[in-house]
């Protein structure tokens, strides 16, 4: 199995040749979902991603139920970002790395984005601010994915609405909420949360714009 050094560097090499160290939460969320994988090195990687995609689902199905929905729905939602990069770290330090498992597991984070997105909205988040979250969630990978088919193969600089930040906001917004039911504070914090997201996804989307912007004018 590759050591922590040499797999952040097959991980950029995966992902366009992107910074792993760029940002503290990414760099943090890489090293989690490695230390992990030394542990459970025997678990087929797309176990992992199925796995993922269940709890993501299970996660959304629970927030409906109260405050211990809201606090379990966060909690599962971290628990699937958890798996989905373990499944990575499986792959990759395992080298077990393939085209194939690379899209599958950018699907089965689509996925899991849109479980996300329900899960917020059952829990009170406005329509419409659901709908650009999940949208806001979608878009940065579809711009990187296009650029690619153009020709750029970088992915860019890591910006403030990477796949880690999403997760860890719809988990605190859904766990928070969950604590502070009793007080009546659910909905706000659920709004505040969502609409947190949508702030973040629209400089997220600007700063990957200005990049995109450059590289493809070369």
Do not use: N
């Not at 499986?90 to 479980?115: K, M, N, P, Y």
């Amino acid at each position: 199995m590759l050591d922590r050094e040499e797999y952040l560097a097959a991980w950029a090499r995966w992902h366009g040749d992107a910074d792993p160290t760029a940002g503290r939460l990414v760099r943090g969320w890489l090293s989690a979902a490695y230390t992990l994988a030394r542990v459970l090195r025997w678990v087929p990687p797309l176990a992992a991603t199925a796995l993922g995609l269940l709890v993501a689902v299970a996660g959304a199905a629970v927030v409906p139920l109260g405050a211990w929905g809201l606090v379990a729905g966060g909690l599962l939602v971290g628990l699937s970002g958890l798996l989905d990069s373990l499944d990575g770290a499986l792959a990759i330090a395992g080298g077990r790395a393939s085209r194939r498992g690379f899209v599958l597991d950018s699907v089965v984070d689509r996925l899991t984005e849109v479980a996300y997105t329900v899960a917020l909205w059952l829990a009170g988040a406005p329509g419409l601010l659901a709908a650009a979250f999940g949208a806001l969630c979608w878009l940065p990978d579809y711009l990187r994915a296009r650029a690619g088919q153009a020709g750029v193969r970088e992915t860019g600089s890591i910006s403030v609405w990477e796949r880690p930040t999403r997760v860890v906001l719809t988990g605190f917004t859904l766990g928070g909420a969950g604590v502070l039911s009793a007080t009546g504070a659910a909905g706000p914090v659920i709004t505040a949360g969502t609409a947190v997201g949508v702030l973040l996804g629209l400089v997220g989307t600007a700063q990957l714009g200005i990049w995109l912007r450059r590289a493809l004018s070369q």
